[in-house]
C-alpha cells in the first residue's frame, strides 16, 4: 500500500518537473524572438528627402525619395508610403492614398526609392513603413517645416557653382540647385515647380524617363530658362539640344551690345567686349539680336515657354552688370499658379444618366442573350401551365417538369453570361476633351469611370504625359471606398482601385501630348475662313462649327486631310450686332452615338456650368476623334474599354471679349 503511495507521488513529482521544464522552454524561445524580431526590425532604418533637397510647393504633387538602410541579411518587402487627402476643410470625408513599392535590399546595403506625392494638407504626416517576413519598420515626416507658399525654381548646375550665380536676388520664388541625377522621372512631381533654370548643365546621363517627364512638365505649363556660358560644347549635346530654340555653333565677341542698351537702358552701354555664344535659330522669336546672332529667344512648347540667354551670366562683365537683376526678372517670370478647374463636369450623377444609358448598358449587360433565354424560360412556363390546366400529367411530372426548367434556365443563364464571357468582369470608360496648344500639342482633360461587375481590384496603368490623375470622392463615403493604392512600379505609374460588385469608381485627370490637328479660323473684312488640317493618324467625325448665332454641320475630317471653308459675312453694322447676340442651344445638337450626346450635354457642355449655351462674342469648332489613342488602360481581357475623345477649339470675334 506505501509502495503504491509512494509510487503515485514519484509520478506525479516527475509531471510537474516535465512541465516546468516545457514553460521554461516557451519562455526562453518566446524571449528569443520577441528580441530577435526586435532586433530585425531596428536593422532597417527609414530616412526621406521631401521634395527638392526639404522644399515643396504646398498644395500641388512633389518628389519624395526614401533611403533604406539595411544592417542584417537581405530582405525583401514592400516599402509603404501613407498620404492623406480630403478633410474638413476639402469638405470631404478624408482618405488614404497608399504609395507601395517591392524592394529587395542586399546585406549591408542601402537603396533609395522615389514617389510622388500630393497629400490634401500638412496637418498629417506622411506615414513611410517598410514590411517584410522579419518584421516592419516605421517613419513619420512632418511637412510643416518644409512647404512653401510660392512655386519653387529649380537651378540645374555643378552645385559648386550656386553661390557664384546672381540669381538669388533676382529669383521672384525660392530657388534651390539640384543635380540632373536628382531630377524626377514623373512629370507629375514638377507640378510645384514654376521655372527650370540651365546654367553649364550636362544632361548626358538624364534617363528616357527624365527627359519625358521634364518635356512633359514643359508642355504642360512649364518654363525653362537656358543661360548661355563660355563652356558652349555643352550646349552642343543632344540631351539638352532637344529643348534649345537654337542650334550653337560656338563663341562669338562683341564690342558693344546696342540691341541691350535700347532694350534695358543706357547702362547696357557699359558690357564692352563680351563673348556670347553664338548660334542659328531654330525656332520661336528674338527678343534681342545682335549683328545676326540672337541673343534672347523665346519659345512655346505646348503651354509652356523656353527662354534663351546666349550671354555667361557667371562670369564678367555679365555677372557686373547693374542691369542684370532687372534681366533675370524678365527671363525667370513671375511665379504663376498653372492649375485651373476642371472645365467639365463630373460626378455621380452624370455617371448614373451614362451608366443606365441603353448604348453603354449592352457593354457590360449582353442585352439580346438575356432577352432569348427570357423568352425560353417564359415559353417552357407557359407549356408547364397549359399542362397543369388540361391535367394531362400527374402534378409530381408537373413539378419534376418546372424544377428542371428552373434549373436548366439558371444553369444554362450562368455558363452563358459568366463561363462564356458575355458579361466583363469591369467597364473602363474614358471620356476626354482635347484643346489646342502651339507646336502640334494638345491638352487633354479626362474623365475617368472604373464599373465592376464583381468584386475586385483593378490596375489601372497610365500613359506619358499626365500632369494630374486624382479620384472622385464619395461624399459621405467610408474611408475604404475612397482608398487607393499608387504603384510605384517599371518607372510608370499605375493605379490599384478596389470596386464593390456592380458599383464604380470615379477619376479626373489632366494630360498634354503630341497630336498634330490644327484648326485656324481667319477672320477678314468680308467674310471669315476655317482651316482644319488633320495631320494624325484619326478620323475627325462629327464636325461642328457655332458662328454667329448659327450652327454649322461640317461633316468628317479624314486623316491626312485639309478642309478650308469660308463663311461671308452679314451685311451692315446691325446685323453683325444681332448675330453676336443671337445664342446656340448645344442641347439641339444631335448625334448619332447616343453616348456621345450624353456625354457632350451632362459632361462636356453641362448646363449647371452655363456652357449649354453658346453666345456668339466666340466661334467654336469640335468634332469627334475617331479610335483615339489610349492614355489609360485596365491590361486585362476581362475588362471592357470604352473611350470617346472630343476636340474643340474657342475663337474670340472681337478684341474685347473674352473666350
Request: net charge positive; glycine share 8%.
Amino acid at each position: 500500500m506505501s509502495f503504491g503511495l509512494l509510487r503515485i507521488v514519484s509520478q506525479v513529482e516527475l509531471s510537474l518537473s516535465v512541465t516546468k521544464a516545457a514553460l521554461q522552454s516557451c519562455l526562453i524561445a518566446s524571449l528569443v524572438f520577441i528580441v530577435s524580431f526586435s532586433l530585425h526590425a531596428d536593422e532597417i532604418t527609414i530616412d526621406a528627402e521631401v521634395g527638392f533637397h526639404g522644399n515643396f510647393h504646398l498644395g500641388r504633387p512633389f518628389p519624395l525619395r526614401v533611403e533604406l538602410s539595411n544592417l542584417g541579411p537581405p530582405v525583401e518587402g514592400t516599402l509603404e508610403v501613407t498620404v492623406w487627402k480630403g478633410g474638413a476643410t476639402k469638405g470631404l470625408a478624408a482618405f488614404a492614398v497608399y504609395h507601395r513599392r517591392t524592394i529587395s535590399l542586399a546585406a549591408q546595403a542601402r537603396k533609395s526609392a522615389w514617389f510622388t506625392v500630393d497629400p490634401g494638407s500638412i496637418g498629417r504626416p506622411l506615414l513611410v513603413t517598410f514590411h517584410s517576413a522579419r518584421g516592419s519598420s516605421a517613419k513619420e515626416i512632418d511637412l510643416r517645416r518644409h512647404f512653401s507658399p510660392a512655386p519653387l525654381i529649380l537651378l540645374l548646375t555643378a552645385s559648386n557653382l550656386m553661390p557664384h550665380l546672381p540669381l538669388a536676388p533676382a529669383s521672384p520664388a525660392p530657388l534651390v540647385a539640384v543635380s540632373p541625377e536628382e531630377l524626377p522621372a514623373d512629370a507629375r512631381a514638377y507640378g510645384g515647380v514654376s521655372t527650370v533654370v540651365f546654367y553649364e548643365p550636362s544632361l548626358r546621363d538624364l534617363s528616357k524617363a527624365q527627359a519625358g517627364a521634364l518635356e512633359s512638365w514643359l508642355a504642360s505649363g512649364g518654363r525653362m530658362a537656358v543661360l548661355g556660358s563660355l563652356d558652349y560644347a555643352l550646349y552642343q549635346e543632344p540631351s539638352i539640344g532637344r529643348f534649345l530654340p537654337v542650334r550653337v555653333t560656338g563663341l562669338k565677341n562683341f564690342a558693344a551690345l546696342a540691341a541691350m542698351e535700347r532694350s534695358y537702358g543706357s547702362k547696357a552701354a557699359s558690357l564692352k567686349n563680351v563673348t556670347a555664344m553664338d548660334s542659328t535659330l531654330l525656332g520661336g522669336r528674338s527678343l534681342i539680336e545682335e549683328n545676326g546672332t540672337p541673343i534672347l529667344v523665346e519659345r512655346s512648347r505646348g503651354k509652356g515657354k523656353i527662354l534663351y540667354l546666349a550671354l555667361d551670366i557667371g562670369r564678367p562683365p555679365l555677372s557686373r552688370w547693374e542691369e542684370l537683376p532687372r534681366l533675370l526678372r524678365d527671363i525667370l517670370g513671375a511665379p504663376v499658379e498653372s492649375r485651373s478647374a476642371m472645365p467639365t463636369s463630373w460626378d455621380e450623377a452624370v455617371f448614373t444618366q451614362l451608366l443606365l444609358n441603353p448604348a453603354l448598358l449592352s457593354s457590360y449587360v449582353p442585352v439580346g442573350a438575356f432577352f432569348m433565354w427570357m423568352v425560353f424560360y417564359l415559353a417552357g412556363l407557359g407549356v408547364v401551365t397549359w399542362l397543369w390546366q388540361k391535367r394531362r400529367l400527374s402534378w409530381r411530372r408537373l413539378a419534376l417538369i418546372f424544377l428542371s426548367l428552373v434549373v436548366f434556365s439558371a444553369s444554362g443563364g450562368y455558363l452563358q453570361f459568366r463561363q462564356g464571357g458575355k458579361i466583363p468582369d469591369g467597364v473602363l470608360l474614358a471620356a476626354t476633351v482635347l484643346e489646342p496648344l502651339a507646336d502640334g500639342y494638345v491638352e487633354g482633360n479626362s474623365n475617368i469611370a472604373i464599373f465592376s461587375t464583381l468584386r475586385r481590384d483593378y490596375d489601372l496603368a497610365l500613359d506619358g504625359g499626365w500632369s494630374d490623375f486624382d479620384p472622385v470622392p464619395r461624399r459621405g463615403g467610408r474611408l475604404e471606398d475612397n482608398a487607393l493604392v499608387a504603384l510605384e512600379e517599371a518607372g510608370r505609374p499605375s493605379f490599384r482601385v478596389a470596386v464593390k460588385e456592380w458599383d464604380h469608381r470615379l477619376f479626373r485627370g489632366r494630360s498634354v501630348s503630341r497630336f498634330p490637328l490644327s484648326v485656324e479660323f481667319d477672320p477678314r473684312e468680308d467674310k471669315r475662313v476655317l482651316k482644319v488640317s488633320n495631320l494624325t493618324a484619326h478620323d475627325l467625325t462629327d464636325c461642328w462649327l457655332i458662328l454667329a448665332g448659327e450652327r454649322i454641320s461640317l461633316g468628317d475630317v479624314a486623316s491626312g486631310s485639309t478642309r478650308t471653308r469660308e463663311f461671308p459675312l452679314a451685311n451692315g453694322a446691325a446685323s453683325a450686332a444681332d448675330s453676336r447676340s443671337r445664342q446656340v442651344d448645344l442641347r439641339d445638337i444631335p448625334f448619332k452615338d447616343k453616348t456621345r450626346e450624353l456625354l457632350f450635354r451632362a459632361s462636356f457642355f453641362p448646363q449647371e456650368h452655363g456652357l449649354a449655351r453658346w453666345g456668339g462674342n466666340a466661334a467654336l469648332f469640335f468634332g469627334w476623334v475617331k479610335d483615339a489613342p489610349r492614355r489609360i488602360r485596365a491590361g486585362e481581357e476581362r475588362v471592357s474599354t470604352r473611350d470617346f475623345t472630343l476636340f474643340r477649339a474657342v475663337f474670340p470675334l472681337g478684341e474685347d471679349e473674352d473666350l
